[in-house]
C-alpha cells in the first residue's frame, strides 16, 4: 500500500529507528513547519489514543477501496493524523521521545492489521454479492429441449441410398443447371418434340441453359464419363418444373434417378432389382405391377405400382380407391441414348428408372399435401 513502506522503518520499535525518525523531525523543524511548544507526553499520547479510537469508528464504517484509500491516507498517510502528532515529538524531552514513539508504532502496527482485516472483509462482502447476484436456483424445473430431426425428405433419401447401395449401385452426382441438349437431346428429346410439353421448365437468360426438369439428364453424364464401362448409379437431386403448385404438384422437388449399363442387362435385372427395392422400403411382401408407359429415352416403358401401403389394396384416399400407389417410372434405356452417349447399342443395353422421394413420403406417412415439404412449418417434422 501506498506511503507504508516508506515510514514502515520509522514506527519498528527499536532505537536506531526512531532515532531516524527524529532526525527528519529536526529536518522538519529547522525547515521552520508546525512546532508545538509545551507539549506534554501525556498529551500526545492521549491524541494518539484519540487517533486511535477515531481511526477505529472509521474504518469500520468504510466499505469499498475508495473508502478505504481516503482512510489510509487520512490516519497512515504521509500527511496523516498519525505522522501529524509525531511531529510534535521534538517538544518533549530526548528521554521521553523513545517512550511516545513506540505507543505511536504500536497504535500504526495495530491499525495496520486492522486495515487488512476490513479490506479482507470488503472483499469477501464484494464475492458474496456477487455470488448471490449470480447463482442459479438448482430447483427450478429445466426447460425442456426439443432435439433436432432429419426432414422426411432427408430420410427418404437416406433409406433410399442404403437400399441401393447394398445392390451395388454408387451416388453420382449431376448439375441442377442443365442445357437443353442434357436435358433434352440426348435423351432422345429433339426440339419440337411433344414430349418436351411433359417437362416444361425455368428457363434462365442464357439461351438453351435450363433448370433440369428431371434427374435423367445424370444418365447423359454418367454415360458419358464412363463409356464404356458398365455402370451401376443412382442420381439423387432437386428438379424443377413449371407447374401450378397444388396439392399433388410442386414446381421444385427431388427425384433419384438409376441406371445400369452392361452386357445383358435384361428387363429381368430391371424388376429384380425394383421389386428387391420395394420390399425393403415398404416392407417385405409388398405385390407390385408394372403397367406400360411411354418416356422418350426408355423402350419399353413402364410404371411400376406397389399395392397401397396404407390401405394394403383395399382403396382409401391415398391410393384414390385404387388399391395401386404409382411409385416410379422406368424401362430399359433407348438404343439411340446408348448410342448418342457413347456405347454401342449391339453390344451394350441398360435399364433406367426415376422416382420422386417426397411422393413416395406422402404415400408411406399418409401425407395430405406435399406442399408441407417445403412450407417450412416444424409440426411436419413430427409425422414421423
Ligand atoms: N425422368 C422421368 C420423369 O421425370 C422418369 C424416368 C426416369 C423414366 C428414368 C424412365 C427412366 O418422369
Redesign the pocket.
Same mark, same amino acid.
Given at each position: 500500500m501506498g506511503g507504508t513502506t516508506e515510514y514502515a522503518g520509522n514506527f519498528v520499535p527499536g532505537d536506531e529507528c526512531v532515532v531516524s525518525f527524529f532526525d527528519s523531525f529536526v529536518l522538519t523543524k529547522q525547515e521552520g513547519s508546525i512546532h508545538m511548544g509545551n507539549t506534554t507526553r501525556e498529551d500526545i499520547v492521549q491524541q494518539l489514543e484519540q487517533v486511535l479510537r477515531e481511526a477505529q469508528t472509521t474504518l469500520a464504517q468504510a466499505n469499498n477501496s475508495e473508502q478505504i484509500q481516503a482512510w489510509h491516507s487520512e490516519y497512515l498517510g504521509r500527511k496523516g493524523q498519525l505522522t501529524g502528532i509525531l511531529r510534535n515529538l521534538g517538544s518533549l524531552a530526548p528521554e521521553e521521545r523513545p517512550q511516545v514513539g513506540k505507543v505511536a508504532n504500536d497504535i500504526k502496527v495495530t491499525l495496520e492489521a486492522e486495515l487488512q482485516a476490513r479490506q479482507e472483509a470488503i472483499a469477501q462482502a464484494a464475492l458474496e454479492a456477487m455470488r448471490r447476484a449470480e447463482s442459479v436456483d438448482i430447483t427450478l424445473p429445466g426447460r425442456p429441449q426439443t432435439p433436432g430431426k432429419l426432414h422426411i425428405t432427408t430420410r427418404t433419401l437416406r433409406d433410399i441410398y442404403m437400399i441401393f447401395a447394398e445392390m451395388g449401385f454408387q451416388i453420382y452426382e449431376s448439375p441442377e443447371v442443365e442445357t437443353d441438349e442434357y436435358n433434352f437431346q440426348l435423351l432422345n428429346m429433339p426440339p419440337g418434340h411433344p414430349a418436351r410439353d411433359m417437362?416444361d421448365t425455368f428457363y434462365t437468360t442464357t439461351p438453351g441453359l435450363l433448370l433440369r426438369?428431371?434427374? !435423367?439428364p445424370g @444418365?447423359v453424364h454418367a454415360m458419358r464419363q464412363y463409356a464404356p464401362e458398365p455402370i451401376r448409379v443412382i442420381v439423387p437431386g432437386k428438379?424443377y418444373r413449371y407447374e401450378q403448385v397444388t396439392a399433388r404438384s410442386e414446381s421444385m422437388f427431388n @427425384?433419384v434417378?438409376g441406371l445400369a449399363i452392361g452386357k445383358h442387362v435384361t428387363f429381368s435385372d430391371l424388376k429384380g432389382v425394383l421389386m428387391n427395392y420395394a420390399n425393403q422400403m415398404y416392407g417385405e411382401g409388398r405385390v407390385a405391377r408394372f403397367r406400360k408407359s411411354y418416356?422418350p429415352?426408355?423402350e419399353p !416403358?413402364v410404371e411400376m405400382d406397389i399395392d397401397c401401403v396404407i390401405c394394403n389394396g383395399k382403396g382409401c384416399p391415398i391410393c384414390k380407391y385404387s388399391g395401386w400407389l404409382e411409385i416410379l %417410372?422406368? %424401362?430399359m434405356v433407348h438404343p439411340l441414348v446408348l448410342q448418342y452417349n457413347g456405347y454401342d447399342p449391339g453390344e451394350f443395353s441398360g435399364f433406367?428408372? %426415376?422416382m420422386g422421394p417426397e411422393r413416395m413420403a406422402l404415400q408411406k406417412y399418409g401425407i395430405d399435401d406435399i406442399r408441407y415439404f417445403y412450407s417450412n412449418d416444424a409440426r411436419m417434422l413430427e409425422r414421423v
Open positions: 417437362w426438369t428431371h434427374t !435423367s @444418365q428438379v @427425384q434417378e418416356f429415352f426408355t !416403358s %417410372g422406368a %424401362g433406367a428408372f %426415376g
